[in-house]
């Protein structure tokens, strides 16, 4: 769907929006803002990284932000992640997505002309709330999640599918580290003379704020799983070293019980009156033992 949004007759550039584009709905724009078939392409392709291009008369972006809702065991770009393509020059803005995006339509219902005058700007504004949303879902759910699974580790409350929602949550931060690595150059373009400005800066902010945030929960996420897991083998090692105690204990028992248990005719002290209640006491008395010497060295 081509929606106009913006007409340079009352407005300082034309801003036109498309949703769920089809090729259909670039044969008009194609010719009137001369859009290159190259950019159109990667336009209706799914799946592209933030980049930005410098064509004859005008630049093409792809920018991406964070939905405002995704499931928590999503792990792909397209699942985590919602595409803005534009095409923008001194004289047209062209806005592509698919879905309803929550900042591009706040923009488009109240576009403020007073401070954004020019296509250079509202297109440093669009990307300025892209990187908005990842630093949104980092104070507003991931750190809030990763607390609640530093409880869960500290205080042996693991549930059945904590370590699974874990995995999933580093393998998000892994891909926004990734998006936000490429970001660095539209960021830096946006900071060239041509472009730089007092909002160029406040982008560049974002960006570095955005960035810090997630080097530190990734850091965070590994410590926590690295923590999980040496607690988990420092349990199975209690577990082992019970078992061992146990088996020591009853080795030498065994032993003896197997002996005794031969009953070969001419075997001393098998028709003694008191070679039960004697092997008996003999046994507990090398119990006692083993559990003096296992207290002796601080092994129980």
């Given at each position: ?80 992640t919602e ?177 005794y248990g031969m009953n ?37």
């Open positions: 769907m081509v929606r106009t949004i913006l007409d340079s007759g009352n407005a300082p550039f034309d801003w036109i929006d498309i949703s769920e584009p089809t090729l259909q709905d670039f044969e008009l724009l194609r010719s009137k803002y001369q859009l290159h078939e190259a950019s159109i392409k990667d336009c209706l392709q799914i799946g592209q990284l933030p980049k930005i291009e410098e064509f004859e008369n005008y630049h093409f972006l792809i920018i991406r932000s964070i939905p405002t809702k995704f499931d928590n065991f999503s792990d792909t770009l397209t699942e985590i595409r803005i393509s534009v095409f923008f020059s001194d004289k047209f803005v062209i806005t592509v997505h698919r879905g309803n995006i929550e900042y591009l339509e706040k923009l488009a219902g109240s576009f403020p002309l007073q401070k954004l005058n020019s296509s250079k700007l509202f297109i440093n504004h669009l990307t300025s709330e892209a990187l908005k949303t990842f630093e949104n879902l980092v104070i507003t759910k991931l750190n809030t999640q990763l607390d609640s699974y530093e409880e869960m580790v500290f205080l042996n409350r693991r549930k059945k599918d904590f370590l699974r929602q874990l995995y999933y949550i580093k393998r998000q931060i892994d891909l926004i580290r990734i998006i936000l690595t490429l970001y660095k150059d539209i960021v830096d373009f946006f900071h060239l003379s041509a472009f730089k400005n007092i909002y160029t800066q406040d982008l560049k902010d974002i960006y570095a704020r955005s960035s810090t945030l997630y080097r530190n929960i990734s850091e965070n996420t590994a410590q926590l799983l690295s923590v999980y897991f040496n607690i988990e083998s420092n349990h199975t090692n209690d577990i082992m070293r019970t078992l061992t105690i146990i088996s020591v204990f009853f080795m030498p028992l065994t032993f003896i019980v197997g002996v070969f005719k001419n075997m001393p002290e098998l028709e003694w009156y008191y070679g039960y209640p004697a092997i008996m006491l003999a046994m507990a008395v090398l119990a006692a033992l083993i559990y003096y010497w296992f207290k002796k060295r601080r092994w129980l």
